[in-house]
């Protein structure tokens, strides 16, 4: 998947990735299509991470703009620790951070699935759906279009009643994301992550919540 990423290929995933105007999300009709090593949408593949998703991975993690509401740039021994603890978080859970690709190039888009909250805060016990594309792929609809897989494989084989996500309160890209998820927010969860350090502009987070719809009716 290497030779894949490195490709001359940026112009054809944006031809791919731009389709037409796409039906608006509805948490109530959401669907987790599974393959043999994981999830399906109408343009991506998730699965479990390979050797070769480690170099493209990197990459992301090490791009300032992909980077900028996170507290730091990875280097590529922090980048493969992150996929380490990934694979062990799907190995002790049976659902994290599934690799996401093209289905019809095959090249590595980032990261999206769910995660369990590892910090102590007032809603938790949680579990996040979360997401990390590469830039070259933004404003395509990808990262909702996974998004909806995951939440619906967590509602569906996982049992969850509530997902959430959160991030810093300026990273309004994310916010939309989570919007287009139908995911709610309400001004008392918000709350300051406890990982970033006290002043620090990327400190006070905001909380969307998600109820499964067996719930939510």
Known sequence: MGARWALGGRGSARRYCRSATRPR???SNYVAHMDTDGLRTERLRLRRWDGNDRSPFADLNSDPL????LPSILTRAESDAFVDR???HFDEHDYGLWAVELTETDEFVGFVGLRSVTFDAPFTPATEVGWRLARQFWGSGLAPEAAQAAIADGFQRLGLTEIVSFTSVINLKS???MEKLEMTQNDEDNFDHPAVVEGHPLRAHVLY???SPTIAR
């Open 25 to 27: 999300l509805t948490s």
């Open 66 to 69: 992909v980077m900028e509401y």
């Open 175 to 177: 916010r939309r994301v």
């Open 209 to 211: 919540r998600l109820a």
């Open 86 to 88: 990934i694979e062990q």
